[in-house]
């Protein structure tokens, strides 16, 4: 089941479940307000299985707007957690080249602070790239939404972006090269009721249009993640508390050649096909 938060004609913020026919079931009717209590549920699935037998409001997509589905959890994101991840950075950076080689392989994982969830974007919200980076991409990962139990409880579609230029100058630039205004973008909505083996069957596509034409396509497979998402949420809850849950992303397999950065206006369209689509534009911040 996909569980989604929008707003309204109204501007009133309302969660709902998005289904096969593009249409959003409103859960206001049946006195739900927030998705963090759907997520804390004993057992989510069911408990939305449940509500939408109950008579709820009916939206289209064109009446409302979605909203990123992120409440109150912190975002975080695992990183080199694909070959492809770990080949693209050892060739941006020598400096830090055996970095990225070693935490590929290494028993830890690379797991860092992505955004607080207030400044998360949703889809069709722009997302920034920043005025003193000369070489920026958008890294498509799929997002393990994590309950404050520690379960992966569903999952959503995330655009973890960077400033290469500046991680590869020196990988203690890290949090300057991804943590900025409009670096995160998560949605469309949270993907309830699937196992890690069913995600693993998942395409993750990107595509980047300027002026109407496709300047840049990629594909991977969620299955080419070398680390299990257990073990990639285990550690991120190691010593640490989440009262509301987290979000992790699981790190990027598409990276565009040397000679590709991102430019203003760019549309950049995720797909995960067992969750949906995620279109942003990119503007300077
Ligand atoms: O090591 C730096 C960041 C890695 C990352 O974001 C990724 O692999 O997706
Ligand atoms: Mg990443």
Sequence with gaps: MKLCRFLTSQQEAH?????????????????????????????????LKALSQQSLARFSLNQIQLLSPVERQEVWAAGVTYLRSKKARMEESNFSA???DRVYSAQRPEIFFKSLPEKVVGP????????????????????????????IVGYSIGNDMSSRDIEGENLL?????????RSCAIGPCIVVGSTETMARTWLITLQIYRGGGIVFEGQTTVNQIKRSFEELASYLYRSQIFPYGAVLLTGTGIVPGENFTLQPDDEVRIEV?????LENTIIMV
């Design 15 to 47: 969660v709902g479940l998005l289904t096969d026919e593009n249409q959003v079931l409103g859960l206001s009717d049946a006195g739900v307000n927030n998705l963090t209590s759907l997520l804390e549920a004993e057992n989510p699935l069911q408990r």
């Design 98 to 100: 055996n970095a990225y």
């Design 124 to 151: 069709g919200e722009p997302v920034g790239i920043r005025t003193d980076a000369q070489w920026n991409v958008p890294e498509p990962e799929l997002a393990l939404v994590i309950n404050s139990r520690g379960t």
């Design 173 to 181: 630039y890290l949090p300057q090269a991804k943590i900025y205004h």
């Design 273 to 277: 096909n067992g969750i949906g689509v």
